[in-house]
């Protein structure tokens, strides 16, 4: 069974830093591009950022490339999402997927994680 975990999600003060991981439970997602999302309470979810199954290739948002970096360590199955100078704004539930292109369209992935909260508060 495909499995995706997210973790290192909390609560951080604004202008703080985290990095979310997520770690998937088959090598064979080795073959596939794992994409961030974020959902806000009462907001539709939003592509974050994506990465090709190689790591050689990436696409991230523009309301916020200057603060998240995602990369990949497939010998880990893991992927990251680095995020700095969080903001109140970035609040949201962070969901990693996996699928078939590097997008950032929720409907083109195959497999979701069940997400992991950032809360960003003084």
């Known amino acids: 069974q495909v499995q995706l975990v997210e973790s290192g999600g909390g609560l951080v003060q604004p202008g703080g830093s985290l990095r979310l991981s997520c770690v998937f439970s088959?090598?064979?997602?080795?073959?596939?591009?794992i994409g961030w999302f974020r959902q806000a309470p009462g907001k539709e979810r939003e592509g974050i950022s994506c990465?090709?199954?190689?790591?050689?290739?990436?696409w991230t948002s523009d309301s916020v490339k200057d603060r998240f970096t995602i990369s990949r360590d497939n010998a880990e199955n893991t992927v990251y999402l680095q995020i700095n100078n969080l903001k109140p704004e970035d609040t949201a539930v962070y969901s990693c997927?996996?699928?078939?292109?590097?997008?950032?369209?929720?409907?083109?992935?195959?497999?979701w994680g069940q997400g992991t909260q950032v809360t960003v508060s003084p």
């Open positions: 088959k090598s064979s997602l080795d073959n596939y591009a």
């Open positions: 997927a996996a699928g078939p292109i590097p997008t950032l369209t929720s409907r083109t992935y195959r497999y």
């Open positions: 990465i090709s199954s190689r790591g050689d290739w990436t």
